[in-house]
């Protein structure tokens, strides 16, 4: 019903920049948050930024400052704009969202994650 696609991950030299972008499409109603996580090799999946439907975000300690989360409502889609990448942002990133399905119930999707690599 609801699928959510990422992009934008890739190779980036520490202190780069990478920009990753979430489409969400399929039978949505509307989208309460949005968040994206990471998956570090051998590390279970964490929480690094969120953003309300009134764009009101939160960001894990370690990227306060340097990455930032925004929302395009009317094109159904989130970014994650990181600037100053260090090597732990190694990772696979995933995009997730609380969507309400039209006729439906609002649920939690999950996109199928984009790597990104910091390393010189």
């Known amino acids: 019903q609801v699928q959510l696609v990422e992009s934008g991950g890739g190779l980036a030299q520490p202190g780069g920049s990478l920009t990753l972008s979430c489409a969400a499409s399929g039978n949505i109603f509307s989208i309460n948050f949005m968040a994206w996580y990471r998956q570090a090799p051998g590390q279970e999946r964490e929480l690094i930024a969120d953003?309300?439907?009134?764009?009101?975000?939160k960001y894990a300690d370690s990227v306060k400052g340097r990455f930032t989360i925004t929302r395009d409502d009317p094109k159904k889609m989130a970014y994650l704009q990181m600037n100053n990448l260090k090597p732990d942002a190694t990772g696979v990133y995933f995009c997730?969202?609380?969507?309400?399905?039209?006729?439906?119930?609002?649920?939690?999707?999950w996109g199928q994650g984009t790597q990104v690599t910091v390393s010189s």
């Open positions: 997730s969202a609380n969507v309400w399905v039209a006729g439906g119930a609002a649920d939690d999707y």
């Open positions: 953003i309300t439907r009134y764009g009101a975000t």
